[in-house]
Every structure is written in C-alpha cells, then in structure tokens.
T-cell receptor
Framework: DAKTTQPTSMDCAEGRAANLPCNHSTISGNEYVYWYRQIHSQGPQYIIHGLKNNETNEMASLIITEDRKSSTLILPHATLRDTAVYYCIVRGSLDSNYQLIWGAGTKLIIKP | ETGVTQTPRHLVMGMTNKKSLKCEQHLGHNAMYWYKQSAKKPLELMFVYSLEERVENNSVPSRFSPECPNSSHLFLHLHTLQPEDSALYLC??????????????FGPGTRLTVL
C-alpha cells in the first residue's frame, strides 16, 4: 500500500494561503489522494480528493504533480478555525479492501 | 440530527465494567466503521460493516464486540478492558465500502478512559 510523508508541523499567518505538502512516491495509477483534517477533540473531516487533475472545492484546492508523486493542499485564506491536524491519505489497494491508510499528519497552526 | 452522531461523548469505566458505545448515521449510507485513535498514534481501523454484515476485523481483541442491527446504527460493546484501551473511538460511515472512491464521514468520537 502506498504511504505518505508529511511535515510534522507548520505555521501560517491568518489571512495568508496555507500550503501543505505531501509526498506519495509509491502511489499507483488508480489510487486517489485524499485530504482530511481533524480539529482538536473532533472527528476527522473530509476536505478534498483527487486522482490526476487539480481539484478545487469550497474548502481548498488540491494540486497534484504530473508524476503524481506529490501533492499540495492549499487553503487560500487561512483563518484561526483552520488550526488542525491535516492528513494526506492514499487509499490502500484491492488487497486491503481500499482501506484509508492514516499517517501522523501535519499539525497546522494559524497565527493571528 | 444530521451526519454521524456518537454517544456517549465521554466514558470512564473500570476494567470489570461492561459498557456500549453507540453510533448513528443519518446519511443513508451502507457502510459503517469503528476506528481507534490513541495518543500520538495514527487512526487504526477496527471494524467495518457493509450492508449490516461485518467485512473487516483488523485483529481486534475479543473484549471489543461490534454490532450492527441495521444500516443506520452501529454499536461497540466493551467488557473487561485494559487501561491501554483508553483512546478516542471514532465511528464513520460511507455510501459504499468496497470502492476505490470512498469518502468517509466521521462522528465526534467517544473519549474512553479505562481505570
């Protein structure tokens, strides 16, 4: 199963764009990249997912490199409420019934 | 109620107690999940139910016993737990289970402390 590597923590100023990187160099051609976040004491919240093309929704944008070995989640105008742990996840393979493989994530702190 | 709800939100129990965690999803989904989140460890998948049938059991000790009476409700029955079982227990649901695309919706979790 493909694994992901993320920085342990990052800071970002309120109102600025937060760019969260993720490496997934062993990703296979049919595996999606998912992003979730977990605000303290809450359950994880789905943000966005993508396969090859860049994606955008009301929460964030996802930029996937052409070789699909890395991606970046962009929160365009970070607010204090965006402080959370952000998880970059590549779905497991058919062998693992497509389970989500969770890592340690990036703790993003938005500073006033 | 909308989304995925879990009760209780907090639970303290002794090692000899029997208790149950409850999860309810109001999304019309067919798959439900139990996860365990211990301090400083990634989320661990415990059980998966698809159309009320258990499809995954990831080597979870028998002191944890899941039950899925219908597609909207999921229980986790607890008995003779150990202090190391103290964790946040998260319930999630998704439209289908076996799919390469499978967004999961999580509940707020039950914070369990075993004394």
């Amino acid at each position: 199963d493909a694994k992901t590597t993320q920085p342990t923590s990052m800071d970002c100023a309120e109102g600025r764009a937060a760019n969260l990187p993720c490496n997934h160099s062993t990703i296979s051609g049919n595996e999606y990249v998912y992003w979730y976040r977990q605000i303290h004491s809450q359950g994880p919240q789905y943000i966005i997912h993508g396969l090859k093309n860049n994606e955008t929704n009301e929460m964030a944008s996802l930029i996937i490199t052409e070789d699909r070995k890395s991606s970046t989640l962009i929160l365009p105008h970070a607010t204090l409420r965006d402080t959370a742990v952000y998880y970059c996840i590549v779905r497991g393979s058919l062998d693992s019934n497509y389970q989500l493989i969770w890592g340690a994530g990036t703790k993003l702190i938005i500073k006033p | 109620e909308t989304g995925v709800t879990q009760t209780p939100r907090h639970l303290v129990m002794g090692m000899t107690n029997k208790k149950s965690l409850k999860c309810e999803q109001h999304l019309g989904h067919n798959a439900m999940y139990w996860y365990k989140q211990s301090a400083k460890k990634p989320l661990e998948l415990m059980f998966v139910y698809s159309l009320e049938e258990r499809v995954e059991n990831n080597s979870v000790p028998s002191r944890f016993s899941p039950e899925c009476p219908n597609s909207s409700h999921l229980f986790l029955h607890l008995h003779t737990l150990q202090p190391e079982d103290s964790a946040l227990y998260l319930c999630a649901s998704s439209q289908v289970f076996f799919s390469s695309y499978n967004e999961q919706f999580f509940g707020p979790g039950t914070r369990l402390t075993v004394l």
